[in-house]
């Protein structure tokens, strides 16, 4: 009897072992090193959208309601994002006029109200919820900010329609990613506006960011030293033809006696070369709207900085920099 027993519990020990040995292997977790540089990829490169802020616009019916958009850039880039809603204010500030203490007290006030009506609204016997409800996102930080200007916008229709003004007044901000990866993210602010008058204004700024030291790259720091006066030369030479080629004048001398020549500092690395981006009225009449000239990347070696060049321009231009040394040390060797 003894013996049986035993004999099935090798049995049973076998078995078991045996099914233990078919199972499949469970795959290895993915190690922490993987992680943290999926992580750091992933820094490195702006995702995001553009959040619609929730302006107080009174009722209106009709044709002629006024219109105003505003949208912030909602990110993986904080940095970016605070930015950018500054920028978003500088903006308004330049399209509507408003007194400096109307947009400070305004802005105290409705702060104040915002957060007594939260208070109140939380139950008194949760603190810990009455904490939470007076948390403001970033989005309802900004909308505060935009009141005093949304209140000018409002007052400035009333103004137009007392005018007996059949034209309807508008505006619209809006952030858009451009580039997300490396070597710069570039996010343009597009503004557009009509407040009355023979016609509206539109605008594009481009911000451009080094997301792993997380700060704002101007033109001159994309540029070799001392390379800024030939990058004029290029870019004048790209207005002469734009001049030429938009049939705005065939002479470009009496051309600038109106609308002189000036290196821009909005821009971005597109596809195909250096953009320079100008404003209405900047460099030409309104009616050339935003120009916008492009200087090819083959033409910007030795002057741009290798790391904002493309990969096949950025590999010519080590391999002129090591013939050059290299034809240096021959002649030194040789005198």
Same mark, same amino acid.
């Given at each position: 009897?003894?013996?049986?027993?035993?004999?099935?519990?090798?049995?049973?020990?076998?078995?078991?072992?045996?099914?233990?040995?078919?199972?499949?292997?469970?795959?290895?977790?993915?190690?922490?090193?993987?992680?943290?540089?999926?992580?750091?990829?992933?820094?490195?490169?702006?995702?995001?959208?553009?959040?619609?802020?929730?302006?107080?616009?009174?009722?209106?019916?009709?044709?002629?309601?006024?219109?105003? *958009?505003?949208?912030?850039?909602?990110?993986?880039?904080?940095?970016?994002?605070? &930015?950018?809603?500054?920028?978003?204010?500088?903006?308004?500030?330049?399209?509507?006029?408003?007194?400096?203490?109307?947009?400070?007290?305004? +802005?105290?006030?409705?702060?104040?109200?915002?957060? @007594?009506?939260?208070?109140?609204?939380?139950?008194?016997?949760?603190?810990?919820?009455?904490?939470?409800?007076?948390?403001?996102?970033? +989005?309802?930080?900004?909308?505060?900010?935009?009141?005093?200007?949304?209140?000018?916008?409002?007052?400035?229709?009333?103004?137009?329609?007392?005018? *007996?003004?059949?034209?309807?007044?508008?505006?619209?901000?809006?952030?858009?990613?451009?580039?997300?990866?490396?070597?710069?993210?570039?996010?343009?602010?597009?503004?557009? *506006?009509?407040?009355?008058?023979?016609?509206?204004?539109?605008?594009?700024?481009?911000?451009?960011?080094?997301?792993?030291?997380?700060?704002?790259?101007?033109?001159?720091?994309?540029?070799? $030293?001392?390379?800024?006066?030939?990058? $004029?030369?290029?870019?004048?030479?790209?207005?002469?033809?734009?001049?030429?080629?938009?049939?705005?004048?065939?002479?470009?001398?009496?051309?600038?006696?109106?609308?002189? &020549?000036?290196?821009?500092?909005?821009?971005?690395?597109?596809?195909?070369?250096?953009?320079?981006?100008?404003?209405?009225?900047?460099?030409?009449?309104?009616?050339?709207?935003?120009?916008?000239?492009?200087?090819?990347?083959?033409?910007?070696?030795?002057?741009?900085?290798?790391?904002?060049?493309?990969?096949? $321009?950025?590999?010519?231009? +080590?391999?002129?920099?090591?013939?050059?040394? @290299?034809?240096? @040390?021959?002649?030194?060797?040789?005198?």
């Amino acid at each position: 009897m003894l013996k049986n027993k035993s004999i099935l519990a090798i049995s049973i020990l076998i078995t078991t072992l045996g099914i233990t040995a078919c199972q499949p292997k469970k795959t290895e977790p993915e190690t922490v090193e993987a992680k943290q540089t999926q992580a750091e990829q992933q820094s490195l490169k702006l995702v995001g959208d553009t959040e619609k802020l929730n302006l107080s616009l009174p009722k209106c019916e009709g044709k002629n309601c006024p219109e105003i *958009s505003i949208e912030r850039l909602n990110s993986n880039q904080a940095f970016i994002d605070h &930015f950018i809603d500054q920028k978003i204010i500088q903006e308004l500030a330049q399209i509507l006029e408003i007194a400096p203490q109307q947009a400070a007290s305004e +802005a105290a006030a409705i702060d104040h109200a915002a957060s @007594a009506a939260s208070a109140a609204d939380a139950p008194a016997s949760n603190p810990t919820a009455a904490v939470i409800a007076q948390v403001e996102t970033l +989005a309802q930080k900004l909308e505060k900010q935009t009141v005093p200007y949304v209140q000018s916008f409002l007052a400035l229709d009333q103004e137009q329609k007392a005018l *007996s003004s059949n034209h309807k007044i508008s505006l619209m901000i809006k952030p858009k990613i451009l580039n997300a990866d490396q070597p710069l993210a570039t996010v343009v602010l597009n503004s557009s *506006s009509y407040l009355g008058g023979a016609h509206g204004a539109s605008a594009q700024q481009y911000y451009n960011f080094d997301l792993e030291q997380k700060k704002l790259v101007l033109l001159n720091d994309i540029l070799l $030293e001392k390379q800024r006066p030939q990058l $004029e030369r290029k870019a004048y030479e790209a207005f002469k033809q734009w001049v030429i080629a938009s049939e705005l004048s065939t002479n470009v001398q009496e051309y600038e006696q109106a609308w002189k &020549f000036k290196l821009s500092e909005n821009y971005y690395l597109g596809q195909q070369g250096l953009i320079l981006q100008y404003a209405e009225y900047e460099i030409g009449p309104y009616v050339v709207g935003l120009p916008r000239l492009t200087i090819p990347y083959a033409e910007l070696q030795g002057i741009l900085k290798a790391a904002y060049l493309p990969v096949t $321009e950025a590999a010519s231009e +080590a391999a002129k920099s090591a013939e050059a040394s @290299a034809t240096k @040390a021959t002649t030194k060797a040789k005198s």
